[in-house]
């Protein structure tokens, strides 16, 4: 039988497949800030009871297979996700002490799908993204 998890009246599954961008599909993602916002996005997520399952950083955008408390709106765990992890980038590449109003790194939608039956296919996915992304430039070249 499956592994549930439990809270104390619920045996729950819930995953999600999410993706993010920065602001302008700038491609930033890469070097110290790349290993930095591994970091962090682990300790967020660790913070809220949430598991990363499966993670990767491109430079224009981020992958996730994440395992969601059914106490947890999903819109609200990558709201606070993104939010949390400008703060941060903020704080330690932009010289930023506090929090300024305007100071943006991530675009305001994001998508999201379950994972459902199939999370071995999605968690491949997720981990051979730069290979998936390769292939498909190759293919597409006029």
Known sequence: MKDFKSM???RWDCKYHVVFIPKKRKKVI????????????????KQKGIEILEGHLMK???HMCL???????VSSVV????????I????????KQRNFTGEHFWTRGYFV???GLDEHVVREYIKHQEKND????????F
């Open 8 to 10: 104390s009246h619920t």
């Open 30 to 45: 890469y070097g110290s800030l790349r290993k930095y916002l591994g970091e962090i996005l682990h300790e967020l997520a």
């Open 60 to 62: 224009d955008h981020v």
């Open 67 to 73: 395992s969601v408390p059914p106490k947890f709106a």
């Open 79 to 86: 709201g606070y996700l993104k939010g949390k992890s400008a």
């Open 88 to 95: 941060a980038i903020a704080r330690r590449f932009r010289g």
């Open 113 to 115: 799908s379950t994972v």
């Open 134 to 141: 390769a292939q498909y430039e190759q293919k597409n070249l």
